[in-house]
């Protein structure tokens, strides 16, 4: 079993930054951040793999969100910059051993979530 816990979620203005933490009782070779708000159905945000290869769901959250890990702390991070309104939302880690690793995979396929963390970006 692996257990995950998410941190850094806040209140922010329009353009500033929050840095996510998710640690782990482990770190499974596929870790994701997804998002969601109420009413919609999670989203992936970034993933990354053991060795690397981030992935993000678009040119935008590319432009503004970095993905990272360190595997010695069971630690995945989500770096946010000029954050918007509509990256409001709450933020879940999941993670997975096997399998695709990109944003592409669906949530049903992680083995192991977070809690999640609220994030709201005030304009």
């Known amino acids: 079993l692996v257990q995950l816990q998410e941190s850094g979620g806040a209140t922010v203005q329009a353009g500033g930054s929050l840095r996510l933490t998710c640690l782990g009782s482990h770190a499974p070779h596929c870790m994701a951040w997804l998002r969601q708000i109420p009413g919609r159905e999670r989203g ?25 890990r360190d595997n010695d702390r069971n630690s995945m991070y989500l770096q946010m910059n000029s954050l918007k309104p509509e990256d409001s939302a709450m933020y879940f880690c999941a993670a997975k051993w096997f399998g ?3 944003v592409k995979t669906n949530k049903d396929g992680y083995q192991y979530w977070g809690k999640g963390t609220q994030v709201t970006v005030a304009s």
């Open 44 to 68: 992936a945000v970034a993933t990354i793999h053991t060795s690397g290869g981030p992935t993000y769901s678009s040119d935008d959250i590319k432009g503004r969100f970095t993905i990272s």
């Open 100 to 102: 695709p690793c990109s």
